[in-house]
């Protein structure tokens, strides 16, 4: 069944300028969060190509997921995104549709996790994006595709895959230094590669490693045998952050899951709390999870807050001052906008470390997070590998979010306690969060 998509959530038009709330007290509200963008989009793949049919409870109906849904269509799985749950009947060798087209939107997920399961269906199958997708990091993945076997024509987007309903697989070496779901890419989709794969991760860094972490657990969950190690090599050079994947060929089984709540799309309604003085309280909060945003009560207790864990969930109280943070956010990149958002509240410096790779995320979200909240009179300097953000007057102006989800949300974070800011295009939150607006009104009015 096809779905039909609404406003942002198909083509990421823009929407109108969007007075960011004030918040007139203390926000104290409960807020459920829509299902992971990651874990919908990796059980969406893992099902695919299992042979039988896969339920997916509290899936993320929002752009990304949806494109990723779009994209399994295409390739010629049956997915259907009507209720609730959303069902895949999964298929081990699919067939595209003849001049079949991959659209990505600007997803890296859909982007990076796709390819793979493309060489393994039959057909040609035209890969492309949003202009920002063409320009994000795919080379690394595709040429690794390649020396597994693929056939591809080009580098990066628009790109071909000629799919032949196998690919016979090996070992690799690729530098995941500028995104870790280059490497996602290579193994989500690899227990049906002839021989599965072994992925030797070399290069500067390995940004966003709990991600990694989570292709495993779910790959294991799916019933693949995973092996990791980090791998000591002289050839790596002694800054080099090495690490090896090896999957074993296998039969992924279809199965029913659970989606667990996003823990990056709570960020901000918990920062709403350390931001005014108030308390939140984010429903269903996972006792144990890979996503890394199981750091933040941590962070958000250093930035002033108090964390509490109930059997209903994660309460976030501020206490009416915000205080600066240096961190080192590899590992959690997604937290800086909205960390951001909070250090230029706080009255005392803070410092961003570790996050280089987030230039080639939805936007330059370095560049673009000093820009925009410069207007405000926010201090904040780009260094290399991050932001310092130095405390200073605030006042209101027009935001530009730049296409990005994040940096739309962590304006409005400021917009509760800096009157006068308009936000360009809110629609954009709908990649992750479908009803952003909504859901931030409706806390303000609890
Ligand atoms: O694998 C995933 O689901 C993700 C990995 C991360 O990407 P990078 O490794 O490019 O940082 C993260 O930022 C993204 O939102 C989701
Ligand atoms: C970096 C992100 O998304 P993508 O999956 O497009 O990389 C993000 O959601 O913060």
Sequence with gaps: MVSILTGSEATGTQSDPWPAPLARQPVEAVVAVPGSKSGTNRALVLAALANGTSRLRGALRSRDTLLMAGVLRTLGIEVSTEGPDWVVHGHPTPSAAPTARAECGNAGTVARFTPALATLTRGDVVFDGDARMRERPLTPLLGALRELGAEIDGDRMPFTVHGRGRLRGGEVIVDASHSSQLVSGLLLASPHYDTGVTVV??????????????????????????????????AAGP?????????????????????????????????????????????????????????????????????????AGLEITGAGAVHGIDVDLSDFGEAAPILTALAVLADSPSRLRGIAHLRLQETDRLAALALELGRLGARITVADDGLAISPAPLHGARLDPHADHRLAMAYAVVGLVVPGIVIDDIATTGKTVPDFPEMWTAMLDQ
């Design 201 to 234: 991760h070399r290069g500067s860094r390995l940004p966003s490693a709990p991600y990694l972490d989570m292709t495993v657990a779910d790959l294991r969950a799916a019933g693949a045998t995973v092996e990791v190690d980090a791998v000591c090599s002289p």
């Design 239 to 311: 800054v080099a952050d090495t690490r090896r994947w090896r999957v074993e060929p296998g039969r992924p089984t279809a199965a029913d899951r659970t989606i667990e709540p996003d823990m990056n799309s709570a960020a901000a309604f918990l920062a709403a709390a350390v931001a005014t003085g108030g308390r939140v309280m984010i429903s269903d909060w996972p006792e144990s999870t890979e996503q890394p945003g199981r750091l933040l009560p941590d962070l958000l207790v250093a930035m002033g807050g108090t964390a509490r864990r109930t059997s």
